[in-house]
Structure formats: C-alpha cells, structure tokens
C-alpha cells in the first residue's frame, strides 16, 4: 500500500517551518504539496527543501484537491493542513488503520477526549450542526464529519464517482457517498492546535452554504453501482468496525422523497 501525504497550502510559512520538520519523510512513501500561489514564501520553502511541488492551476481548495489527488501516486491519501491543525504525529496511526483494510479513517476532533483548539463559536456550532443533520440522514453516529485530515483509498474517487470539483465540500461528498456504498470508515480522535501564524482561507458563511447544497444534493442523487460494489453491498454489518456502513439505511430515499413531496 503507497501513501501519499497530499498539502494544500496557500500563504503559511509561520506553520510550516514548525510543522514540516515534525513530519518524517519515511512515515509515507510520496509528499505532495500543491501550492496556491502564496506570495510569503511557501512555495520557494517547499522547493528549497526538497519537497515536490505543483503550482495550482486552478481555483480555491477543491481544485488544490483535484489537482493533487490525480497526481498522487499513492493508493491512499491523506490530505494534511501544514497550519498546525492536523497533528503530524496521528499520520502512522491514520496509515495502520488503513492496513487493517478500512477504505476511510477520519481523524475526528470530537472524538472521545479530542477537541479543536482552532474552532471559534461560529466554526463549533456548524461542525455540530453538520454532524448531527449528516448522521440523522445516514443512520450514523460519527463525530466529524467536516474535518479534512482523514485518510482514504484515492480510487475512491472514481468509485464514488465525486464530481464536486468547484466548491469546498469534498468531505461532505465523499462520505456520503462511502456511506451509502457501505464502505468500512472509523474514526480516531485527533487534537486540532490552534493555526500557527498566517490567516484563515475558509470562509465560515460560504463554506456553510456550500456544505449544505451538498447535503441536500447527496441525499437524494447518487446510487453505488452493484457492479463496483458487489462485495460491499453484499457484506453483512462487521461488528468489528464502528462506522461499518453494512448497516446504512437512508433516512430518506428517493422513494420516500418523492411520497414526501406528493403529500
Ligand atoms: N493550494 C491551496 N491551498 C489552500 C487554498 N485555500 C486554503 N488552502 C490551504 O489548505 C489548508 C486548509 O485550509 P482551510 O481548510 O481553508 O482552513 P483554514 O484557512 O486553515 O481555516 P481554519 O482552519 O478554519 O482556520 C491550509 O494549509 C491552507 O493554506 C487554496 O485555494 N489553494
Ligand atoms: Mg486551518
């Protein structure tokens, strides 16, 4: 299994002279960073330090994630925040999960006694909310579901068929989608540090608003192909995995939609 830690970063030379040392190179087999053309010296650090680099060429998160993710040569990705938000130390543990054979591992900042240092009210009311409506609708109880450092088999991609390329919801999509095909996911809890140095690119409103079109939008489209999913949908609940999506249900379908909007 080859690992690839994938970085989006745009303007964090404070965060990634700390952070990037705390992270040995022989914990993953390719480090990719993709750069949105910073201008306070992130991409010259990156390259001068022997990282690979891919300057972005298109716009805002998503598309650093598009563009990494399809140039990563891992089977499994794991999306990193060199701001000090994703703690270096939980990548060996995000990949011994993955060999024991899970197709996502997210490491939750409200896991058991993890908690986010870098949430303010705003940030922790939507986290709550999005996590509470996304497990009403898919029977589940994770505790997470926004947080981008997780790990996750990059084929998923094409399995899943993720077309939200434009707009900042990537972990909304592909979980629900990883849900209603039945894929293995688990959580591990995870600290979130407060961002060192530079500012915030993530825009609480928008990315609110983003988040729940995409809710909605994955609710109700979107069937796994049996084809690509047999053994899954097949598979009886695995009483060894927490978040094992052999139990998934939807609270709504479409059937039960359309009745709803008949009535
Ligand atoms: N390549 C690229 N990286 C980005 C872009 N926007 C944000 N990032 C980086 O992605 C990582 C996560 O950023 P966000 O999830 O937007 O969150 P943030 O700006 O750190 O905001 P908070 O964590 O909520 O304080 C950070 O390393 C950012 O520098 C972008 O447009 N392109
Ligand atoms: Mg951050």
Excluded at 26 to 45: A, C, M
Excluded at 236 to 263: H, M
Aim: charged share 30%; proline share 6%; aromatic share 10%.
């Amino acid at each position: 299994m080859k690992t690839t830690l994938f970085i989006p970063v745009r303007n964090e030379i404070d965060g990634i002279k700390v952070i990037m040392p705390m992270i040995d190179k022989d914990w993953v087999d390719e480090i990719l960073v993709v750069d949105g053309n910073s201008t306070d010296g992130t991409r010259e650090w990156f390259e001068e330090n022997g990282y690979k680099v891919i300057r972005q060429q298109s716009e805002g998160l998503c598309g650093a994630y598009w563009e990494g993710i399809e140039a990563a040569t891992g089977d499994v990705i794991i999306p990193f925040s060199p701001d000090n938000n994703s703690l270096p130390e939980l990548i060996p543990a995000l990949i011994a999960k993955m060999e024991e054979g899970y197709d996502m591992v997210i490491a939750s900042r409200y896991k058991d006694d993890a908690t986010s240092e870098d949430d303010d009210p705003i940030t922790a009311i939507g986290n709550w909310l999005f996590t509470k409506t996304t497990n009403l609708f898919l029977r589940r109880d994770f505790t997470d579901v926004l947080v981008m450092y997780r790990a996750f088999r990059k084929e998923l991609l094409t399995e899943l068929e993720l077309d939200i390329r434009k707009i900042p919801a990537f972990e909304m999509q592909i979980l629900f989608r990883s849900v209603k095909a039945k894929l293995k996911i688990i959580e591990i809890p995870g600290d979130e540090p407060k961002r060192i140095g530079g500012q915030r690119k993530m825009h609480p409103i928008y990315n609110g608003l983003c988040l729940l079109y995409v809710m909605v939008r994955e609710m109700f489209i979107w069937h796994p192909d049996p084809a690509t999913f047999a053994r899954e949908l097949k598979t009886e609940p695995d009483p060894e995995s927490e978040q094992s999506a052999a139990s998934y249900e939807p609270a709504l379908s479409i059937d039960s939609s359309a009745e709803l909007l008949k009535a």
